[in-house]
């Protein structure tokens, strides 16, 4: 990938170690772009790659807790971030779930791919289409659906 990109990079506590392990196995990608994580991610992130020897841009804000989930979404909002991987604990509850509900509600609206899980991980960062001059992303639509409409459609197809 020629592109050079801003990564976000979230997991939970008990999903830093797939974090961890999904950023090892992508480094040589992750390594020219510049990865924003939120503190204890971040930290665990910039440790396995120290001790790997892989030089990397990996900027840590707070904690998702203290707010890193908060920080990552108004970056979002800014259109800061290109690219989002959070890996989320969907069997335990997190007492900052709202602020976990905001980042992907943004994301959702702002069009910023994100990927909950390494395989979508996976498929968004290798993704010829980052590198396609030709290819714009549509714009979201935010228009009510009318069954009149669809109606008529379906009949002249």
């Known amino acids: ?39 204890t991610t971040g930290n665990m992130v910039k440790q396995a790659f120290d001790e790997k020897g892989i030089p990397a841009e990996i900027i840590c804000v707070n904690s998702g807790p203290l707010g890193g989930d908060a920080e990552i979404a108004a970056m979002v909002v800014r259109h800061e971030i290109h690219l989002a991987i959070f890996l989320i604990d969907d069997l335990n509850p997190q007492p900052h779930e709202a602020d976990i509900q905001m980042l992907l ?34 714009i979201p639509r935010y228009v009510k659906f009318s069954r009149e409409e669809s109606k008529i459609t379906a009949d002249t197809e």
């Not at 979230?10 to 090892?24: G, L, P």
């Not at 990927?115 to 290798?126: E, K």
């Open 105 to 138: 509600r943004q994301c959702r609206i702002h069009n910023v791919p994100i990927a909950c899980n390494r395989y979508s991980a996976d498929l968004m960062i290798t993704s010829s289409l980052w590198d396609d001059d030709d290819y714009a992303p549509s």
């Open 1 to 39: 990938m020629k592109k050079r990109l801003t990564i976000a990079i979230v997991a939970h506590d008990h999903r830093k170690a797939d974090m961890v392990e999904w950023a090892v196995f992508n480094a040589e990608t992750l390594a020219k772009h510049k990865i924003i994580c939120t503190g």
